[in-house]
């Protein structure tokens, strides 16, 4: 299928929005009234004007003239290069979610209200971020009047997003391939078009962090314990002190608030557990994270939802630490170098990375959750540190820098590379597996589609009438 292969494009709506207009189950829509049927805004008595037309019906759903330009727009703005891509493309994309979406409700797929709200709300936080925490600038930027109609239309949005993605899982989710399949599948590849695969190879790494006093982390702790004595028993103001002395830049960014959701992890577990166990007004007492030292204020409850502000302060490293760090590593390093002891069992007892060091400081790919990195698609600061390596050379011992800002010193080296090869059935077995099983999944789906087209209330307008669909949207 065409459009599937060439622009299956899965638009998060935290980067991009797009209108998605809900009509009734009831309402049907005649041929000839397409062309003419819009969302119009009355003006007087006797003026109408037109604001946007209806290109397209699927279903229980509409597809507005406007949605086509604005999704385009919002594509652009979230870095997609859309020079190539038609508008037929586009239109093409929408009449697939949508009729996934008609028929998840068809089918009795259900999707919980609460869970999307809860999206909608950290979406509409990670937009503030953006705007530095004006719903005004919100709104204007997104043409809403207020933040009620936002918020509904964000949260239809994100329903028939939902029901889309659970109907298309329901229809893939028995699909299997067999070993004798995937053979096939491999076989029928003329030689000369048998995919590449690129350079992987396996990293590890040990790493040396700088160690806090005591002292230091006590002196952040008593600072704390004066901001809550300050609030609680000479009213001064929290936000003032967290604008102050708040070392959290993203706080700033949502308006100096975050919300906490129950069932929707947010934040690390040390804090979450502090703010749960507030009550409404109380300030904790001061609290570790891997980010520094804490002290929240539960500012409100709402059911489920939490409103939450904190100041966080880090204990500062001394100089004498970062030197004693990067020594440490540096004669690890050195019996590595000499042979007195393997990576793995110096990983295993020096190194201060816990994710790591029970498997003998060996990496896992975020992508794959294996050991093993494509050259080309490795992230691009671990492919400048190991880029140079031969395979089984130890690193000098580099600079770095935690999530949260704090320097460390790393040492990392590489193993089981596999050079750029065209693909072997025995070698790339699984790697053709997923291939092979892509493509039957693929099948599955415009079959699918192909039943479901005639099946299902579609009618297209004006120039999209025209399109040269891969799908029979027009059901010629």
Same mark, same amino acid.
């Given at each position: 299928?065409? $459009?599937?292969?060439?622009?299956?494009?899965?638009?998060?709506?935290?980067?991009?929005?797009?209108?998605?207009?809900?009509?009734?189950?009831?309402?049907?829509?005649?041929?000839?009234? /397409?062309?003419?049927?819009?969302?119009?805004?009355?003006?007087?008595?006797?003026?109408?004007?037109?604001?946007d037309g209806v290109a397209a019906v699927v279903g229980d759903y509409i597809i507005l003239e406007?949605?086509?330009?604005?999704?385009?727009?919002?594509? *652009?703005?979230?870095?997609?290069?859309?020079? &190539?891509?038609?508008?037929?493309?586009?239109?093409?994309?929408?009449?697939?979610?949508?009729?996934?979406?008609?028929?998840?409700?068809?089918?009795?797929?259900?999707?919980?209200?609460?869970?999307?709200?809860?999206?909608?709300?950290?979406?509409?936080?990670?937009?503030?971020?953006?705007?530095?925490?004006?719903?005004?600038?919100?709104?204007?930027?997104?043409?809403?009047?207020?933040?009620?109609?936002?918020?509904? !239309?964000?949260?239809?949005?994100?329903?028939?997003?939902?029901?889309? +993605?659970?109907?298309?899982?329901?229809?893939?989710?028995?699909?299997?391939?067999?070993?004798?399949?995937?053979?096939?599948? $491999?076989?029928?590849?003329?030689?000369?078009? @048998?995919?590449?695969?690129?350079?992987?190879?396996?990293?590890?790494?040990?790493?040396?962090?700088?160690?806090?006093?005591?002292?230091?982390?006590?002196?952040?702790?008593?600072?704390?314990?004066?901001?809550? +004595?300050?609030? !609680?028993?000479?009213? +001064?103001?929290?936000?003032?002190?967290?604008?102050?002395?708040?070392?959290?830049?993203?706080?700033?960014?949502?308006?100096?608030?975050?919300? /906490?959701?129950?069932?929707?992890?947010?934040?690390?577990? *040390?804090?979450?557990?502090?703010?749960?166990?507030?009550?409404?007004?109380?300030?904790?007492?001061?609290?570790?994270? %891997?980010?520094?030292?804490?002290?929240?204020?539960?500012?409100?409850? @709402?059911?489920?939802?939490?409103?939450?502000?904190?100041?966080?302060?880090?204990?500062?490293?001394? &100089?004498?630490?970062?030197?004693?760090?990067?020594?440490?590593?540096?004669?690890?390093?050195?019996?590595?170098?000499?042979?007195?002891?393997?990576?793995?069992?110096?990983a295993l007892e020096a190194s201060d990375e816990e994710e790591t060091r029970a498997e003998g400081? #060996?990496?896992?790919?975020?992508?794959?959750? %294996?050991?093993?990195?494509?050259?080309?698609?490795?992230?691009?600061?671990?492919?400048?540190?190991?880029?140079?390596?031969? &395979?089984?050379?130890?690193? /000098?011992?580099?600079?770095?820098?935690?999530?949260?800002?704090?320097?460390?010193?790393?040492?990392?080296?590489?193993?089981?590379?596999?050079?750029?090869?065209?693909?072997?059935?025995?070698?790339?077995?699984?790697?053709?597996?997923? /291939?092979?099983? #892509?493509?039957?999944?693929? @099948?599955?789906?415009?079959?699918?589609?192909?039943?479901?087209?005639? %099946?299902?209330?579609?009618?297209?307008?004006?120039?999209? @009438?025209?399109?040269?669909?891969?799908?029979?949207?027009?059901?010629?």
């Amino acid at each position: 299928m065409k $459009f599937s292969n060439n622009f299956r494009l899965k638009i998060v709506f935290g980067l991009s929005i797009f209108t998605l207009n809900l009509i009734s189950a009831q309402e049907v829509i005649e041929e000839e009234d /397409l062309e003419v049927k819009a969302a119009v805004k009355t003006v007087d008595t006797t003026n109408a004007v037109k604001v946007d037309g209806v290109a397209a019906v699927v279903g229980d759903y509409i597809i507005l003239e406007s949605d086509i330009p604005k999704n385009r727009i919002q594509l *652009e703005a979230s870095g997609y290069n859309t020079k &190539d891509i038609s508008n037929c493309e586009l239109m093409g994309k929408l009449l697939e979610d949508k009729l996934y979406a008609h028929h998840a409700i068809q089918d009795s797929i259900e999707v919980s209200d609460a869970d999307i709200r809860r999206n909608v709300d950290y979406q509409i936080e990670q937009f503030l971020q953006q705007v530095n925490g004006s719903m005004e600038r919100l709104l204007e930027f997104y043409k809403k009047e207020d933040e009620k109609s936002f918020r509904d !239309e964000m949260f239809e949005i994100n329903k028939a997003n939902q029901l889309a +993605a659970r109907m298309q899982s329901k229809v893939v989710e028995d699909v299997e391939i067999t070993p004798e399949e995937v053979r096939a599948y $491999f076989n029928n590849i003329p030689e000369d078009e @048998r995919p590449v695969f690129g350079t992987t190879l396996k990293v590890a790494r040990i790493v040396s962090k700088p160690k806090v006093s005591e002292e230091e982390k006590q002196k952040v702790i008593d600072r704390l314990n004066e901001f809550k +004595a300050d609030v !609680e028993e000479n009213g +001064a103001s929290f936000r003032s002190k967290v604008i102050l002395y708040g070392e959290d830049p993203g706080l700033k960014q949502s308006g100096y608030k975050y919300t /906490l959701h129950r069932k929707q992890p947010r934040m690390v577990k *040390e804090f979450r557990q502090v703010a749960f166990s507030l009550q409404e007004g109380e300030i904790s007492e001061p609290f570790e994270t %891997d980010f520094g030292f804490h002290i929240i204020h539960l500012q409100k409850i @709402r059911g489920q939802e939490y409103d939450v502000s904190h100041i966080l302060l880090r204990p500062k490293v001394s &100089d004498e630490a970062i030197k004693e760090a990067k020594d440490r590593l540096e004669k690890i390093r050195q019996r590595i170098v000499n042979g007195d002891i393997s990576f793995a069992d110096a990983a295993l007892e020096a190194s201060d990375e816990e994710e790591t060091r029970a498997e003998g400081g #060996q990496l896992i790919n975020p992508t794959t959750q %294996d050991y093993n990195f494509e050259l080309t698609k490795m992230d691009t600061d671990l492919y400048t540190q190991i880029q140079n390596l031969e &395979d089984g050379e130890v690193s /000098l011992v580099l600079s770095d820098q935690e999530r949260t800002g704090d320097i460390k010193f790393v040492i990392l080296t590489v193993t089981d590379r596999v050079d750029e090869h065209k693909a072997d059935y025995a070698q790339d077995f699984l790697k053709i597996k997923d /291939l092979a099983l #892509q493509e039957k999944r693929i @099948r599955a789906i415009e079959k699918w589609q192909s039943e479901k087209i005639m %099946d299902t209330y579609i009618k297209i307008g004006g120039e999209y @009438r025209d399109c040269d669909f891969s799908s029979n949207w027009l059901k010629k």
